[in-house]
Nanobody, 115 residues
Framework: EVQLVESGGGLVQPGGSLTLSCAASGFNFSRNTMNWVRQAPGKGLEWVSEITTGGTYKFYADSVKGRFAVSRDNAKNTLYLQLNSLKIDDTAMYYC????????RGQGTQVTVSS
C-alpha cells in the first residue's frame, strides 16, 4: 500500500523559509518521479514541483520558480521541498504526490504565511 506522510509545515512570516518532508513507503520510491502539489483555501489543486528518479531533473511551476527547491534522498525514501522567500499567496496545504494531478497523495502539511 502506497503511503506518503508529509511534515514540516507551519506558520511563517512573509519572506521566511520552511522545509517540507515526505516519507514514502509501500512502493519503489527510487524508481518513481515525485511531485509536490498544493491546495490553497477555496481553490483547486496546483502542481508545484517535480523531480525525476535520480534527482537529475527538476521542474517548477512559474509561481514558485527561483524560490522553492525540490530534492530527494532515495536511501531514506524521503522527498523534500525547501520553501524560501515565502509569500502570503503560498498559504496552502502541501502534498507530495506520485503524479502532477495529485491523484495519489498524502494527507498534507499546512503552510500558512502571515504577518
Amino acid at each position: 500500500e502506497v503511503q506518503l506522510v508529509e511534515s514540516g509545515g507551519g506558520l511563517v512570516q512573509p519572506g521566511g523559509s520552511l522545509t517540507l518532508s515526505c516519507a514514502a513507503s509501500g512502493f519503489n520510491f527510487s524508481r518513481n518521479t515525485m511531485n509536490w502539489v498544493r491546495q490553497a483555501p477555496g481553490k483547486g489543486l496546483e502542481w508545484v514541483s517535480e523531480i525525476t528518479t535520480g534527482g537529475t531533473y527538476k521542474f517548477y511551476a512559474d509561481s514558485v520558480k527561483g524560490r522553492f527547491a525540490v530534492s530527494r534522498d532515495n536511501a531514506k525514501n524521503t522527498l523534500y521541498l525547501q520553501l524560501n522567500s515565502l509569500k502570503i499567496d503560498d498559504t496552502a496545504m502541501y502534498y507530495c504526490s506520485l503524479d502532477r494531478l495529485g491523484g495519489r497523495r498524502g494527507q498534507g502539511t499546512q503552510v500558512t504565511v502571515s504577518s
